[in-house]
Nanobody, 124 residues
């Protein structure tokens, strides 16, 4: 049974940091690119970043220089380090997995497996 379980969300003041984790099971984690998406109330799901199976990372322009993605294949876990948080970063954050090439370009529809999400709230 495939599972992606996010953790690490919470309430933080603007300028603070959080690290999200996503623990995977039920599939061969090392073969998948792992993405992070977020969705704020009333808005569409938004790409945050992705790390390929070889470890190359890409982040959206809106978070570039503030967020970083990493993975530990031995632990079947992907991380999203979020620094210099802003109120506009408030959203539910989801991790997702895909086998498709160009995982930064395929949109959320291209991802096969999804976690349940974790809430991040940034207060001003």
């Amino acid at each position: 049974q495939v599972q992606l379980v996010e953790s690490g969300g919470g309430l933080v003041q603007a300028g603070g940091s959080l690290r999200l984790s996503c623990a995977a099971s039920g599939f061969t984690f090392s073969k998948y690119a792992m993405g992070w998406f977020r969705q704020a109330p009333g808005k569409e799901r938004e790409f945050v970043g992705v790390i390929t199976r070889s470890g190359g990372g890409t982040t959206a322009d809106s978070v570039k220089g503030r967020f970083a993605i990493s993975r530990d294949n031995a632990k079947n876990t992907v991380y999203l380090q979020m620094n210099s948080l802003k109120p506009e970063d408030t959203a539910v954050y989801y991790c997702a997995a895909t086998l498709l090439p160009r995982p930064a370009d395929i949109g959320y529809e291209g991802y096969d497996y999804w976690g349940q999400g974790t809430q991040v709230t940034v207060s001003s």
